[in-house]
């Protein structure tokens, strides 16, 4: 089955300066890839996603890097804010499927 | 759109009650709604599958009856914890896939269980 790894697993930035998480996948058959940050004491929320067919994806200060052959994936924020502090969760999926697996997680801490 | 809406937010019973659990999809049709279980500063550990109509998927090491899944409705799935100890408290999340969608799965705000 697919096993997703996560690093680092904290993260603590200046604010305004950039945050890289990357991932790993086993299963070459997966082919989504979304992002879920969660703050303390709430469900994951979806910030980014990205399908095997495309490279890169932004939205605003988010961006989103995969690369099938190494089978790894990047989650990218630049110019921090403190309100970016949460826990982020990689995962991956094989979209004619049902499950998604998620990653270990990452607690990213901003510093004001 | 795509709201998920999950009741109660945090309940504490005493130990050896059941505790009921409501995940709502509230503005979509959800083909599949997922249960998951999170320890603190840990990942979330899928549970269960359910699509509606049809009896839940239960992942390795999870006791179907324990974690009575009922799935009556496209908009409904309920997770009851039954005779509920109290290494059963954790941190319960539920999501929803929408019906014709792409696996995208929309999360609740999680449910609080303490058992004394």
């Known amino acids: 089955g697919e096993n997703v790894e996560q690093h680092p697993s904290t993260l603590s930035v200046q604010e305004g300066d950039s945050a890289v998480i990357k991932c790993t996948y086993s299963d070459s058959a997966s082919n989504y890839f979304p992002w879920y940050k969660q703050e303390l004491g709430k469900g994951p929320q979806l910030i980014i996603d990205?399908?095997?067919?495309?490279g890169e994806k932004k939205d605003q200060r988010i961006a989103v890097t995969l690369n099938k052959t190494a089978k790894h994936f990047s989650l990218h924020i630049t110019e921090t804010q403190p309100e970016d502090s949460a826990v982020y969760f990689c995962?991956?999926?094989?979209?004619?499927?049902?499950?998604?697996?998620f990653g270990p997680g990452t607690s990213l801490s901003v510093i004001p | 759109g795509a709201v998920v809406s999950q009741h109660p937010s945090w309940v504490i019973c005493k130990s050896g009650t059941s505790v009921k659990i409501e995940c709502r999809s509230l503005?979509?049709?959800?083909?599949?709604m997922f249960w998951y279980r999170q320890f603190p500063k840990q990942s979330l550990m899928l549970m269960a599958t359910s699509n509606e109509g049809s009896k839940a998927t239960y992942e390795q090491g999870v006791e179907k009856d324990k974690f009575l899944i009922n799935h009556a409705s496209l908009t409904l799935s309920t997770l009851t914890v039954t005779s509920a100890h109290p290494e059963d408290s954790s941190f319960y999340i539920c999501?929803?896939?929408?019906?014709?969608?792409?696996?995208?799965?929309?999360f609740g705000a999680g449910t609080r269980l303490s058992v004394l």
């Open positions: 995962a991956a999926s094989f979209s004619g499927g049902d499950k998604v697996i």
């Open positions: 503005d979509f049709q959800a083909t599949t």
């Open positions: 999501s929803a896939t929408l019906q014709g969608g792409e696996n995208i799965q929309y």
């Open positions: 990205i399908r095997s067919n495309v």
